[in-house]
Nanobody, 124 residues
Framework: QVHLAESGGGLVQAGGSLRLSCAAS????????MGWFRQAPGKEREFVAA????????YYADSVKGRFTITRDNAKNTVYLQMNSLKPEDTAVYYC?????????????????WGQGTQVTVSS
C-alpha cells in the first residue's frame, strides 16, 4: 500500500503560479500511474492531469492544457503539478492519486489510493 501526501497549495492572484507536490511513502511511486484531480464545494471530483509509471506519457483535461504540467521524479517518489496562468475557476482542493495500470487513466473509479488534498485558491 502507498500513502500519498500533497503540499504546495495556497492563495495566489490570477495569472500567478503554484507548484504542487505529491510525496509517496510505503512503496515506490514507480509501481503506479499517477493523477491529479480537483474538487470544488458541491461539485464532483474532476480529472486534471495524469502521467504513466515511467513518465513517458501524459494527458490533461482541456481546461488546463497549455497551463499545467505534470511530472514525476521516481527517484524521489514524488509527483508534481506545475500550475501557471492560474484562473479563479482553478480554485479547488487538489488531490493526487495512484492507480496500478501501465497506461493513462482519467476515471476517478480506477484510482485506489488518494492523498488528503491541498487547497488552491486563486483570487481575481
Amino acid at each position: 500500500q502507498v500513502h500519498l501526501a500533497e503540499s504546495g497549495g495556497g492563495l495566489v492572484q490570477a495569472g500567478g503560479s503554484l507548484r504542487l507536490s505529491c510525496a509517496a511513502s510505503g512503496r515506490t511511486s514507480s509501481s503506479y500511474g499517477m493523477g491529479w484531480f480537483r474538487q470544488a464545494p458541491g461539485k464532483e471530483r474532476e480529472f486534471v492531469a495524469a502521467i504513466t509509471r515511467s513518465g513517458g506519457s501524459t494527458y490533461y483535461a482541456d481546461s488546463v492544457k497549455g497551463r499545467f504540467t505534470i511530472t514525476r521524479d521516481n527517484a524521489k517518489n514524488t509527483v508534481y503539478l506545475q500550475m501557471n496562468s492560474l484562473k479563479p475557476e482553478d480554485t479547488a482542493v487538489y488531490y493526487c492519486a495512484a492507480q496500478p495500470t501501465s497506461g493513462v487513466v482519467v476515471a476517478v473509479s480506477f484510482y485506489g489510493y488518494w492523498g488528503q488534498g491541498t487547497q488552491v485558491t486563486v483570487s481575481s
